[in-house]
């Protein structure tokens, strides 16, 4: 069987773990392949929450092997603590069991760190993404596969610790880099780590050519691309299909389906140009903020609130070419006199209805909307009903009052996509699904 690919179609946070929770009930692979622990991913199975940065969102299904793919940084240290959690809650060491890490990731040092602490121009998570990742591109970065032969090799280490403390002293940061720290750190993440560390491009190669169903979970989302987002306000990994399969070490070729995942509102978490964004403080922002409880899952930090941006979700749809939409926290939107979308940018007394390039464009755009009618709010357990009848009835999207029903044909007309699958809680059962889609799943509990 092929692969599937979940994205982020907006700035990350969409709910993409969800998506691939659901999922992975009927799949046996999950591989993340690009970012690190700038990713936080959530899952809600009744009374627990799993908070994954690291750790692919398939992992509450015994059944369903995790890999850390090729494209992605990886930091071991909160690896480490992100499995410890998951031992303490579960009694599983999934690690070289059915959790495999890459041969070909890199490996976020405490320099990283420190470098990546420096920035004030980006609003990064302050995790090493970026500076682990321009190692990588200078050809200077350390791979897992790399260890093995560099551990013992005391030039090798002396000459990395001396150029990055040379690089942190350009950043003011004074602090520098040990050799004999830097040593026994990687020591250490050998021993931690080799049962684990695998070439796992060549495990999902064959995963796939046996038939076993894939999932490529992306972590941030197509307006945080690199090369496709919103520069220099931007992550720096390609979040988009594109990658998905290079960064899990298999051909495209294998992708048949590609969901991008879409708040029924927006979010963004860090600076950058956002022009649907409403004010934090009052009305419609602030209903968003404290209802979807916006708060970043990796930094703590609120997150950024504005309405839906057609623009955006048709510029990644352009990238992306998704096979189907997934809308969440439409729950959220409940108890709004009226909801709007935004079809279109006016800058400099123009109609633009894609992107400009620079962030200094975007920032000087300014919303054209549309406006709908509102819903009532209604309590979790009513919407966990709806969508428990809707499956159990095969009613799909006829489960929601015609109001509800409107709204989503509008974004199904505006982006040129169906939608798949609706979010109306953060738990795994608050979805509803469209009849006979790829979500039309029966949702088992998880085995954990
Ligand atoms: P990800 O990074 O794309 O996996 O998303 P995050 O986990 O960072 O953020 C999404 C947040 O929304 C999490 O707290 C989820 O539990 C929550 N969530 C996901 N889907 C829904 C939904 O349909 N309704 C509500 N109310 N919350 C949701
Ligand atoms: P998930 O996978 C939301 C944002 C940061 C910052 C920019 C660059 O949970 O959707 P970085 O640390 O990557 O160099 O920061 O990208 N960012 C995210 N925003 N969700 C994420 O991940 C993010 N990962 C990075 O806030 O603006
Ligand atoms: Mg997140």
New binding site residues.
């Given amino acids: 069987m092929p692969a599937s690919v979940v994205l982020?179609a907006q700035w990350?946070?969409?709910?993409?773990?969800?998506a691939i929770d659901q999922l992975a009930n009927h799949s046996t692979w999950t591989v993340r392949f690009q970012g690190g622990n700038n990713?936080?991913?959530?899952i809600?199975l009744g009374d627990t929450t799993l908070k994954l940065h690291q750790i692919p969102s398939g992992v509450s299904h015994e059944h369903c092997n995790l890999v850390l793919g090729d494209g992605m940084v990886i930091d071991p240290w909160v690896l480490e603590e992100e499995l410890d959690k998951w031992h303490a809650l579960t009694g599983e060491r999934p690690e070289g069991k059915r959790l495999f890490i890459s041969e070909r990731a890199s490996i976020i040092l405490p320099f990283h760190k420190l470098y990546d602490g420096a920035d004030r121009v980006v609003g990064t998570t302050g995790r090493g993404i970026g500076p682990t990742y321009r190692d990588r591109t200078e050809r200077v970065g350390i791979r897992f596969a790399d260890l093995r032969g560099m551990v013992d090799d005391t030039e090798a280490i002396r000459s990395q610790a001396e150029r990055m403390s040379k690089q942190l002293s350009t950043v003011g940061v004074s602090e520098g880099i040990e050799a004999s720290e830097l040593q026994s750190d990687l020591r250490w993440i050998l021993e931690r780590y080799s049962d684990a560390i695998r070439p796992t491009g060549l495990m999902v190669d064959l995963a796939l050519r046996n038939g076993e169903r894939v999932l490529l979970e992306g972590a941030q989302g197509a307006m945080l691309d690199i090369d496709q987002g919103t520069y220099p306000f931007v992550t720096s990994s390609v979040t988009s299909r594109a990658n998905a399969t290079h960064g899990a070490g298999i051909h495209p070729g294998h992708v048949d389906q590609c969901f991008g995942?879409t708040k029924a509102y927006t979010t963004r978490v860090g600076n950058g140009p956002f022009p649907s964004e409403l004010p934090l403080d009052e009305g419609s922002g602030m209903h968003m903020a404290q209802v979807?409880?916006e708060y970043g899952?990796t930094t703590g930090r609120p997150r950024r609130t504005g309405w839906l941006d057609m623009v955006a979700l048709r510029e990644s749809n352009r990238i992306n070419g998704y096979t189907g939409l997934v809308v969440?926290?439409?729950?959220?939107l409940g108890g709004l006199d009226e909801l709007r979308i935004c079809i279109g940018y006016e800058m400099d007394g123009r109609t633009l209805h894609v992107m400009p390039t620079t962030s200094e464009d975007l920032a000087r755009c300014s919303p054209i909307y549309e406006t709908h009618p509102g819903f009532p709010a209604m309590p979790q357990e009513d919407w966990i009903a709806m969508a428990e009848d809707s499956r159990s009835e095969g009613t799909g999207f006829d489960a929601f009052p015609k109001v509800i029903r409107d709204y989503l044909v509008r974004i199904e007309q505006l982006a040129g996509v169906s939608i798949v699958s609706v979010?109306?809680?953060?738990d795994r059962r608050?979805?509803v699904a469209s009849k006979g889609g790829p979500f039309d799943l029966p949702a088992d509990e998880a085995t954990f």
Avoid: F, M, Q, R
């Avoid at 969440?328 to 959220?332: N, P, S």
């Fill in positions: 982020g990350g946070d969409e709910g993409k773990g969800k990713a936080g991913h959530t809600v995942i979807g409880n899952t969440t926290k439409l729950d959220v979010g109306v809680g953060p608050a979805s």
